[in-house]
């Protein structure tokens, strides 16, 4: 949770057309208490500003964010600071600055406690809504329906979708899904989580969208250390229902199958769309009472997300042109299976009226033991209502210490490779439509 309060700071900066960079201190005015130690739990701090003309604001850390960063005159800004979820005490350096004149401030922010249970993630999500129709209600998505298939995604991440099916293993992640309620500017949004856009032509290809290429599309981007950026458009290809870059991680404390950089400590503006991608098409597509939809939107949602946060798909392939086969996921807990020997089996019993769910969900895995696919980042047919222990642990890494992702992190152990200038690869997942797009459970003993 984060405390608000107004720290009692007056920062009294008096622009003269100074043309020194650190200007006469006797002009600049600061009141005294910005050395009390800041909760581990985090903070909202109100600084006012007092200026003739335009000021800028910075901070030398990322986990504390000035919003607004620049204006004009006098003006309240407020100080963003996160948890520590750090052994240690640290600080933080904010420096105003305008018109030749410049005033620092220190923060400190005490260690958490070391009895702290573990943190408690809670992640502000925006929706970016393209749309060239506004009557065309899958591109100007109704208002309140994303909200509702985030909270689906949440029952995922936190383990209770689908408690009542027997069975039912998975962990809870500790991390839900919000609806960002302001902007980057710290403007409150009339409608939480969602910045509706309009997009000249707004069928659009989905991998031209996610790449470099694309400048109007990566000025879409909300701060990402501070939101999950998710793009809903109509795709092209209606076989893709969402795309999805994968996380980053840092050289000193690496993750397996993970691109590593540690560009992103010292750059956080990336020139591409960087989140995730969903397909409009299917967006009200959702299962319901014993009635399974392929293309369910709280599936798609949470899988995207789970790429988002390093995972990778728990199927392998014997078919060396099936470019959705991971070699491996890198969970010991996620059996493998053959995906493509799989998809030959279904394709020659999905004609059989009697095929249930409970029927097409029946995996084998590469060491011949048969189990239920439930895990939310295998293809269909699956439940997909559950995450691993090691895919958990995966997922905390990147919580903890990826760049780019938003909430608390670790601080990153820079090595020499910190001050690199080489932006690492981009890498997108991709999740596809299955041929065929509902299911009906016959049996109803295990709802
Ligand atoms: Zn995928």
Redesign the pocket.
């Known amino acids: 949770m984060k405390q608000q309060f107004i720290l009692g700071l007056f920062f009294l900066l008096i622009l003269s057309g100074c043309d020194s960079l650190t200007g006469d201190s006797s002009e600049l005015g600061i009141s005294s208490d910005v050395s009390s130690l800041i909760s581990s739990e985090g903070a909202e701090l109100v600084v006012d500003i007092e200026a003739q003309g335009d000021w800028m604001v910075q901070s030398d850390k990322i986990w504390c964010t000035p919003v607004p960063s620049e204006g004009s005159g006098n003006q309240s800004i407020k100080l963003l600071v996160g948890a520590n979820i750090n052994p240690n005490e640290r600080e933080a350096a904010i420096t105003v600055s305008g018109n030749g004149s410049m005033q620092t401030i220190r923060l400190m922010q005490e260690a958490v406690s070391p009895d702290a249970e573990e943190y408690h993630y809670e992640i502000p999500v925006i929706f970016h809504v393209l749309y060239d129709d506004e009557t065309n209600e899958n591109q100007y998505v109704r208002e309140g329906w994303l909200s509702q298939v985030l909270d689906i995604c949440n029952q995922r991440y936190s383990n209770e979708y689908f408690s009542g099916i027997s069975g039912k293993q998975g962990t809870d992640i500790n991390l839900e899904f919000v609806m960002a309620e302001t902007d980057p500017n710290g403007v409150r949004l009339d409608e939480p989580g969602v910045d509706r856009r309009y997009w000249r032509n707004a069928t659009i290809d989905c991998d031209e969208f996610t790449s470099e290429d694309n400048p109007d599309a990566a000025a879409l981007v909300w701060d990402l250390n501070r939101y999950i950026n998710i793009y809903v458009y109509t795709f092209t290809d209606k076989n893709v229902l969402?795309i999805?870059h994968i996380a980053y991680t840092g050289s000193a404390n690496p993750l397996e199958g993970l691109p590593e950089s540690d560009y992103f400590y010292t750059h956080s503006s990336v020139d591409y769309p960087r989140g995730v991608s969903i397909n409009n098409s299917a967006i009200y597509d959702l299962s319901g009472n014993g009635h399974f939809l392929s293309s369910d939107i709280g599936v798609t949602l949470s899988?995207?997300l789970?790429?988002y946060l390093g995972l990778f798909?728990v199927f392998s392939s014997s078919d060396s042109s099936d470019s959705?086969a991971s070699q491996t996921d890198y969970c010991d807990d996620t059996p493998d299976y053959d995906r493509s020997a799989y998809m030959l089996w279904l394709n020659s019993v999905e004609k059989n009226p009697l095929m249930t769910m409970e029927n097409v969900i029946q995996r084998v895995s590469v060491s011949g033991a048969s189990f239920q696919s439930r895990n939310i980042?295998d293809?269909y047919w699956t439940l997909a209502d559950e995450f691993t222990l090691d895919q958990r642990a995966r997922m905390r890494h990147v919580l903890e210490n990826s760049p780019l992702i938003p909430g608390p992190k670790y601080e990153p152990r820079l090595t020499r490779s910190a001050s690199s200038e080489q932006e690492p690869p981009i890498i997108t997942?991709?999740?596809l439509r299955d041929g065929k797009v509902e299911r009906n459970v016959i049996s109803s003993s295990e709802r």
Do not use: F, N, Q
């Open positions: 969402g999805t899988h995207e789970g790429h798909h959705d980042m293809y997942m991709k999740l």
